[in-house]
């Protein structure tokens, strides 16, 4: 299997009290945080990609560019959709978007890089030396 320009994901969840701008400390409004339209950007992106990486693959995010363009209140359902627009190499680019139940609320471009799971960890962990 490999990872083809197309190929699309979604997350999605509800506003609730513990994904507000005031709870991501982002803002001092009750509505859906920047933070975690961004991090179900990136959800819907890594979890579309992951069936097609070999085993002890990974990807990581590297690079997100996206607008905050309307505010969803507690209590609505939100989504994100993902496609990859490019791949090079070990490089995907995806465009994003994010929605709630009354139409779109944010989108942008993603970028992420397929890692070796161990040789990534084991990289990361040297930070801890010395």
């Not at 992106?45 to 309307?70: F, M």
């Not at 609320?105 to 930070?127: M, N, Y």
């Amino acid at each position: 299997m490999s990872i083809t320009v197309g190929l699309k994901g979604r997350a999605e969840t509800v506003v609730s009290d513990s994904n507000t701008a005031q709870a991501a400390c982002s803002g001092a409004l009750p509505v859906f945080g920047t933070p975690f339209m961004c991090a179900l950007m990136e959800e819907a992106a890594w979890k579309s990609i992951a069936p097609y990486l070999e085993p002890g693959q990974s990807t990581v995010g590297t690079r997100l560019n996206v607008s905050h363009d309307s505010a969803t209140p507690v209590g609505m359902r939100v989504w994100a959709e993902s496609e990859v627009a490019a791949v090079d190499g070990k490089r995907l680019s995806l465009t994003v978007a994010a929605f709630d139940e009354r139409g779109p609320i944010g989108q942008g471009t993603h970028e992420r890089f397929i890692v070796t799971d161990e040789r990534f960890l084991s990289k990361t962990a040297r930070k801890l030396e010395g």
